[in-house]
């Protein structure tokens, strides 16, 4: 099919006020990843060169986010929402252009699969006209369904409108559609709106390409990949069918998952062989895993990178801008933004290192705290190679320590360390013996007093 050329109608015009969200309905994230998004890289995936997004007025936003998601979709507008087949049309000049191949999709199913646009695709390469995706549900109640004949499609009858002989049929329409670009404006044009609703439905084609001498074939999928998204509850619905299938996908190359159930991943999570998982870790977007790194439990993760053999956690927080190198060790209640960590570094507990770079081998000792922040802008901290940091210590940035420098425990650092060199920024300590005795005998004498 390579040779094919293959345009994606994706419709987002839908107002999604179900969601009771001020954000456009198809911007709801799934996998940390909005809906419109998802089907974007599906269509391009499935071999769809060009792609144009049907969007509703005054919905920039999501114009925006198509042209993020695939830079070169056009955008059209639905001013008026008349139905499925009126949005495609809203697309006609793109239509006219003449692609061996058109795929309909929706901007909230967000779990169809490339796999699945490539059969329809292989539907009308095999000489259909009109290829509709499929599905059988438990319950068919409410959905349209497929009348098919001799191996093919002969009509979708709404369920309203099914008698009882066409009710018992089980296969429904899932929706998605691809159409032959020879025949589609023209099968689009003779859809009439003779309905209650006054609409222009794009199931309509099916029969139009019957009565017209076409081929329609049927091509069934998985539910999953038909879900629609119209609710918050659908919303998780669907989150939940995206995390089974990427923890799958992570076992299948290789990943460890302890309980893989309590693990939250992103649709672009990369984790390469080897990675151990404990139970009870999320990982926001933007996180690649490299090999025989553990993840421990309960740590949260966005837009970082773990090197090879790293350990992380528990009760880590990386956020974006972390970059862990090989074999280093960021521990429980240790949080990490903008900041390198080179090879063979750590910090095993209770710090916070933010906009910084820590040099290979250096040591982050407990309760250390990288003062970032003057309450205007950031600024940075160098740690050198070898360095070592004592227990609480502060240090105020911008600042560095040279390689092998030394921080003493309790310090507050201000000024550049030299390598090699000891650090000390506290008070001396004083001793004042038997101040504890006297202090008791005052107390004591008080009360008897009272």
């Known amino acids: 099919m390579s040779e094919r050329t293959c345009l994606a109608v994706v419709l987002a015009a839908g107002e999604g006020t179900r969601m009771r969200s001020a954000l456009p309905k198809v911007l709801h994230p799934v996998g940390h990843q909005p809906m419109l998004a998802h089907v974007l890289g599906t269509v391009e995936a499935a071999g769809a060169t060009d792609c144009v997004v049907v969007v509703g007025p005054d919905h920039e936003a999501v114009a925006n986010e198509a042209l993020r998601a695939f830079p070169k979709a056009g955008i059209a507008k639905q001013m008026q929402r008349l139905g499925t087949a009126h949005a495609v049309l809203a697309a006609r000049d793109v239509l006219a252009r003449g692609f061996d191949d058109i795929l309909v999709v929706f901007a909230d199913t967000p779990l169809i699969r490339a796999v699945t646009l490539r059969q329809l695709r292989e539907a009308l390469a095999g000489g259909a006209a009109v290829a509709v995706a499929g599905f059988t549900p438990a319950d068919p109640e409410g959905y349209g369904r497929l009348i098919v004949a001799d191996g093919r499609l002969q009509a979708i009858r709404e369920h309203n409108d099914a008698n009882q002989a066409e ?140 090197g090879e053999g790293a350990l992380i956690g528990p009760f880590a927080r990386l956020r974006p801008g972390a970059k862990i190198g090989k074999g280093v060790k960021i521990g429980n209640f240790v949080e990490v933004k903008q900041a390198v960590f080179e090879d063979g570094a750590k910090a095993n507990h209770l710090a916070y290192i933010g906009d910084a770079r820590v040099g290979e081998g250096a040591n982050i000792g407990a309760g250390t705290i990288f003062c970032n922040y003057d309450g205007t802008a950031k600024h940075r901290t160098e740690i050198g190679k070898g360095a070592f940091v004592g227990s609480n210590s502060s240090l105020v940035a911008p600042v560095s320590l040279g390689e092998g420098a030394y921080v003493g425990s309790g310090s507050v650092i201000t000024e550049d360390v030299p390598a090699d060199s000891l650090a000390l920024g506290r008070v001396r300590q004083v001793v004042k013996e038997g101040w504890a005795s006297r202090l008791r005998s005052l107390k004591a004498a008080g009360k008897k007093k009272e």
């Open 167 to 306: 009710r018992a049929i089980r296969l429904c329409n899932g929706g998605l559609m691809a159409l032959d670009g020879r025949h589609a404006v023209a099968l689009l044009d003779r859809i009439g709106n003779a309905n209650a609703k006054k609409e222009f439905y794009l199931t309509d084609a099916v029969a139009l390409a019957n009565a017209a001498g076409l081929r329609a074939a049927a091509v069934e999928v998985e539910e999953d990949e038909v879900r629609g998204v119209n609710t918050k509850a659908q919303l998780a619905e669907a989150e939940a069918v995206l995390q089974r299938r990427l923890r799958q996908a992570a076992l299948d190359a290789g990943v460890t998952m302890i309980a893989p159930d309590t693990v939250h991943l992103s649709a672009d999570t990369k984790l390469a062989a080897d990675v151990t998982i404990e139970p009870y870790v999320v990982f926001g977007p933007g996180v690649t895993v490299e090999t025989g790194a553990v993840i421990h439990a309960f740590s949260h993760l966005t837009e970082a990178h773990i």
